[in-house]
T-cell receptor
Framework: EPEVTQTPSHQVTQMGQEVILRCVPI?????FYWYRQILGQKVEFLVS????????KSEIFDDQFSVERPDGSNFTLKIRSTKLEDSAMYFC?????????????FGPGTRLTVL | KQEVTQIPAALSVPEGENLVLNCSFT??????LQWFRQDPGKGLTSLLL?????REQTSGRLNASLDKSSGRSTLYIAASQPGDSATYLC?????????????FGTGTRLTIIP
């Protein structure tokens, strides 16, 4: 069964460093998302992406964040200068064009630890 | 702005009991409601998705219902097992647009006591 994959599973970085989190969505999906979950808190929407453009972003997704689809398979989230409060689990998700169910499929997550 | 609430935050029940988890949402104009399971430190496993045109969905021992008018969804787990111990999250989606985000609740941490 097709699945969303994410790498790395765990990333440790120093405050102020740039990180890139990678996702490979399900191959025929066209809509992509990033969510994050700070430890003990709810899963929060960051950004949605379609047709090489951001469709919607939350107030969390400030100028330190960027997304891109550099090739036909990867979808990346870049944090330019990490802060301690960026420590969280980051989830990538994808789905197909509206097909009735419009179900989003999630990857296993990348745990980001900022020291 | 859609707000999703799950009460209680934690629940412990003896093995074998049936149980109900609750999810409330403020905007009744939702398109679908998805239930997820999350094991500690792990990702999100989709359990059930109910579209607004449906009232319930079943998968094995799980049954999810949706009442849009009251802004509520429930997840019923029959004959609970220790392996059901996890955090259960519900998430609402407002439209059927392909890029519509999910709004998550805070989750209910379920412990099944052997």
């Amino acid at each position: 069964e097709p699945e969303v994959t994410q790498t790395p599973s765990h990333q440790v970085t120093q405050m102020g460093q740039e990180v890139i989190l990678r996702c490979v969505p399900i191959s025929n999906h066209l809509y992509f998302y990033w969510y994050r979950q700070i430890l003990g808190q709810k899963v929060e929407f960051l950004v949605s992406f379609y047709n090489n453009e951001i469709s919607e972003k939350s107030e969390i997704f400030d100028d330190q964040f960027s997304v891109e689809r550099p090739d036909g398979s990867n979808f990346t989230l870049k944090i330019r200068s990490t802060k301690l409060e960026d420590s969280a689990m980051y989830f990538c998700a994808s789905n197909t064009p509206p097909s009735g169910r419009n179900e989003q499929f999630f990857g296993p997550g990348t745990r980001l630890t900022v020291l | 702005k859609q707000e999703v609430t799950q009460i209680p935050a934690a629940l412990s029940v003896p093995e074998g009991e049936n149980l109900v988890l609750n999810c409330s949402f403020t905007d009744s104009a939702i398109y679908n409601l998805q239930w997820f399971r999350q094991d500690p430190g792990k990702g999100l496993t989709s359990l059930l998705l109910i579209q607004s045109s449906q009232r319930e969905q079943t998968s094995g021992r799980l049954n999810a219902s949706l009442d849009k008018s009251s802004g509520r969804s429930t997840l019923y787990i029959a004959a609970s097992q220790p392996g059901d111990s996890a955090t259960y999250l519900c998430a609402a989606q407002l439209t059927n647009f392909g890029n519509e985000k999910l709004t998550f609740g805070t989750g209910t941490r379920l412990t099944i006591i052997p």
